[in-house]
């Protein structure tokens, strides 16, 4: 079966927590807003009349289903493909974990459009600038410092995040990492030391054989300013 991904075909985005998990556990995949004519399959399937549609990409059609929510898609496809655990308290706590993680990079994304999505960032620039300083000093710390204690904490070792094996949530922890550090590099490199546990997972989901392949194929887009994690250097002082 070849899985069906519809997301933005020039950003990571949260499209990206989806990849990284059809990476990781060697799924066929079509990214298909990314082929021509893909981005108005991807419209008419958010289109008026259609049952149960998705609000926003991403989603994923797979036997049949049609499933949005990146945390809803990646719980999906951990019980499908071995990347949860299988008790459910684990389950449950992985869940929990993926959504904390949305959190964080909804509070990612607001630091470049603290007013909302529909105005450009330069024309919330000051705002922008507050709402980053609140959150590299304050927000940032707090959520980096729960993951490394849930890590310091994890009965079953620091390797992964719950137990004893790579989980969905453990990969987009690696991708929030990876667009923390593109967004604010200064913070970043300030703070890289007080989370070594975060660091290690980090380092140990890039050189996974499917990822390190992936992240260095044209599949993986790069970095850019129109995703959720941008580099502005006004913003990571
Ligand atoms: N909570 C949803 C958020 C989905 C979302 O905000 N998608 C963005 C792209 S990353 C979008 O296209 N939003 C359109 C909109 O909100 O109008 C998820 O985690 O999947």
Redesign the pocket.
């Known amino acids: 079966m070849t899985y069906e991904l519809y997301y933005?075909p020039s950003i990571q985005?949260?499209?990206e927590f989806i990849r990284l998990a059809l990476e990781a556990s060697g799924q066929a995949y079509k990214d298909v807003a990314r082929d021509a004519d893909g981005m108005a399959a991807m419209m008419r399937l958010m289109g008026n009349g259609m049952a149960r549609p998705p609000?926003?990409?991403?989603f994923l059609k797979a036997d049949g289903l049609l499933i949005?929510?990146?945390?809803n898609i990646l719980a999906y496809l951990g019980e499908r493909h071995g990347l949860e655990p299988q008790d459910p308290q684990g389950r449950w706590f992985t869940r929990q974990l993926q959504l904390t993680l949305?959190d964080l990079v909804v509070e990612a994304h607001d630091t470049h459009h603290p007013l909302g999505?529909n105005l450009y960032y330069e024309d919330q620039l000051d705002e922008a600038a507050r709402r980053s300083e609140d959150f590299r000093t304050e927000r940032l710390p707090k959520f980096l410092d729960y993951f490394e204690s849930v890590l310091a904490s994890n009965p079953d070792g620091p390797a992964h995040l719950v137990g004893t094996k790579l989980t969905y949530t453990d990969l987009s922890l690696f991708q929030a990492l990876e667009g923390l550090s593109y967004a604010f590099p200064k913070a970043m490199s300030r703070v890289r030391k007080d989370y070594p546990k975060l660091f290690a997972l980090h380092d140990r989901v890039a050189s996974l054989p499917r990822i390190k392949a992936y992240l260095s194929s044209d599949r993986r887009i790069p970095f850019n300013e129109d995703g959720?994690f941008r580099h502005y250097d006004a913003l990571d002082q």
């Open positions: 933005w985005g949260r499209g609000f926003a990409p991403p949005a929510q990146a945390a949305a999505p959720i």
